[in-house]
């Protein structure tokens, strides 16, 4: 193995050694989104990982080819640009990879793989290192997970934020900020997807006060993950919520279909006072409450594009019963009443 380099205390890339090929010349390891809770008690070492990359391994890789504009996300989520022979850390994607040399840039967020990706960020990569701790022992997105806190439910309640994929990311925000409004303390947790880097920025631009996701507890993309561990991660993104004072927490879950996102939508009944279907359109819809229908979720709106067209907003609530909110409408005080069963909504401040 290789000699490595300790990465600096704010965790942006820092010069570290390349391997001699590169005649000694010194590059800057680019750490993307999924790397931010790596602390500096971490170094980069060179030289191929006796495993080969794991599932949530994290990796350093070299970019080989990459279209023009092609950036990542850095530990803050400001965008950075590739280009050519750049260094960047990340984190792999995929399970049961051995020998791996090339590999692809799979999102912006910094997660790698071998295998196909739609949307692709494009970049082709040539992994070179990992991220180790100390001891040279290679890291994971586990191994630098915050601890579970005590479980515990918000004072107020929580509003699960339902829909497909790339939708429910402006109604979660809504919901958020609608709450924020009324002076209360306002969690986010997302607890599907994959890390980007720009998540968490617009809830906190919504007005939350603390956020967690998936990441926070050991998983850099939840689809390559089991269900009894996306599930437990659920509860643990609420708890961590609480611990950290969130009166309300929003939770945002994409449902991509299949049964294993079922069988988790299932589970959130337990845990979700309100909950908002997001929409795309009238198709999606259907496609969303018929999953949802028999769960027991309290679901209380629908919202998201779909509610940006009259007629087909009209039709939603025939068929559905339930009443269709635009994300104006659920940042003005439609997401306080989610929770209001008796007596009078929270009010805006």
Same mark, same amino acid.
């Given at each position: 193995m290789d000699r490595g380099e300790r990465i600096g205390e704010r965790g942006e890339g820092v010069a570290v050694p390349v391997p &001699?090929?590169?005649?000694?010349?010194?590059?800057?390891?680019?750490?993307?989104?999924?790397?931010r809770r790596l602390t500096s008690e971490v170094q980069v070492s060179f030289g191929a990982q006796p495993d080969g990359p794991r599932l949530g391994r994290f990796?350093?890789?070299?970019?080989?080819?990459?279209?023009?504009?092609?950036?990542?996300?850095?530990?803050?989520?400001?965008?950075?640009?590739?280009?050519?022979d750049d260094l960047i850390a990340g984190a792999w994607a995929q399970s049961g990879s051995h020998g791996v040399a090339r590999a692809r840039l799979l999102t912006s967020g910094g997660l790698m793989g071998d295998?196909?990706?739609?949307?692709? !960020?494009?970049? !082709?990569? !040539?992994?070179?290192?990992?991220?180790?701790?100390?001891?040279?022992?290679?890291?994971s997105t586990g191994a630098v997970a915050r601890m579970p806190s005590s479980p515990a439910i918000p004072a107020v309640g929580t509003i699960a934020v339902i829909g497909? $994929?790339?939708?429910?990311? $402006? #109604?979660a925000a809504a919901v958020v900020n609608g709450w924020a409004r009324t002076g209360f303390a306002v969690g986010a947790g997302?607890? /599907?997807? !994959? @890390?980007?880097?720009?998540?968490r920025w617009s809830m906190l631009d919504a007005g939350a006060e603390m956020t967690a996701d998936f990441l926070d507890f050991g998983m850099p993309a939840t689809n390559a993950y089991p269900l009894d561990r996306r599930a437990g991660a659920m509860l643990a993104i609420r708890d961590a919520l609480v611990a950290d004072g969130a009166q309300v927490v929003v939770l945002q879950l994409d449902d991509g279909g299949g049964? @294993? &996102?079922?069988?988790?939508?299932?589970?959130? %009944? /337990?845990?979700?006072?309100? %909950? #908002?279907?997001?929409?795309?359109? @009238?198709?999606?819809?259907?496609?969303?409450?018929?999953?949802?229908?028999?769960?027991?979720?309290?679901? *209380?709106?629908?919202?998201?594009?779909?509610?940006d067209d009259r007629a087909v907003a009209a039709r939603?609530? &025939? *068929? /559905?019963?339930?009443? #269709?909110? /635009?994300? #104006?409408?659920? *940042?003005?005080?439609?997401?306080?009443?989610?929770? %209001?069963?008796?007596?009078?909504?929270?009010?805006?401040?």
């Open positions: &001699a090929r590169r005649n000694g010349a010194v590059a800057r390891v680019k750490f993307t989104a999924v790397t990796v350093v890789a070299r970019v080989l080819a990459t279209p023009a504009g092609v950036h990542v996300r850095d530990r803050a989520g400001r965008p950075v640009r590739l280009y050519p295998g196909t990706c739609i949307p692709c !960020e494009g970049a !082709e990569v !040539e992994v070179v290192g990992f991220i180790s701790d100390l001891m040279a022992t290679p890291l497909t $994929d790339g939708c429910n990311d $402006d #109604v997302r607890v /599907s997807g !994959e @890390e980007n880097g720009t998540q049964p @294993e &996102a079922r069988s988790l939508l299932g589970r959130l %009944a /337990s845990m979700a006072d309100a %909950a #908002v279907v997001c929409a795309v359109d @009238e198709q999606d819809a259907r496609f969303v409450l018929d999953r949802i229908d028999g769960l027991s979720i309290p679901v *209380r709106a629908v919202s998201g594009p779909a509610a939603i609530a &025939a *068929r /559905s019963g339930m009443p #269709v909110r /635009s994300v #104006v409408d659920l *940042r003005a005080g439609a997401a306080a009443s989610l929770l %209001a069963t008796t007596g009078s909504a929270p009010h805006i401040v």
